[in-house]
């Protein structure tokens, strides 16, 4: 089972952008599934985006759709997400997740069908 382990948030400023990266270790990521979800105090994960195995399709939450994008480079092993136009309510521990398998869209949005973690990376967003 692959090990991922993402980087790259800190504390920004409103409008601001911030790429975050996901590396996985132990195995590759290129035939998997993978996801972002984000998690407030005291709140569920949850689904940011994902992108299809091959980077066949992508599909995104509503409320990052037009500022977020999700990208993979294989050859590194590596998930991004790029976030732009920041504002406070991104303030979250953001996680990525995979999962060696085709999901509908249905089952990208549920977190029982992902099995390898990452340990988060906290975004904090000044207002």
């Known amino acids: 089972q692959v090990q991922l382990a993402e980087s790259g948030g800190g504390l920004v400023q409103t409008g601001d952008s911030l790429t975050l990266s996901c590396v996985g270790s132990?195995?590759?990521?290129?035939?998997?599934?993978m996801a972002w979800f984000r998690q407030a105090p005291g709140r569920e994960h949850e689904f940011v985006g994902g992108?299809?195995?091959?980077?066949?399709?992508?599909l995104y939450a509503l409320h990052v759709k037009g500022r977020f994008t999700i990208s993979r480079d294989d050859a590194k092993n590596t998930l991004f997400l790029h976030m732009s136009s920041l504002q406070p309510e991104d303030k979250d521990g953001y996680y990525c997740?995979?999962?060696?398998?085709?999901?509908?869209?249905?089952?990208?949005?549920?977190?029982?069908?992902?099995?390898?973690w990452g340990q988060g990376t906290q975004v904090t967003v000044s207002s």
């Open positions: 132990g195995g590759s990521i290129e035939s998997a599934t």
């Open positions: 992108i299809s195995r091959f980077a066949t399709s992508d």
């Open positions: 997740a995979a999962v060696k398998k085709s999901l509908n869209t249905a089952q990208s949005l549920s977190l029982g069908q992902y099995d390898a």
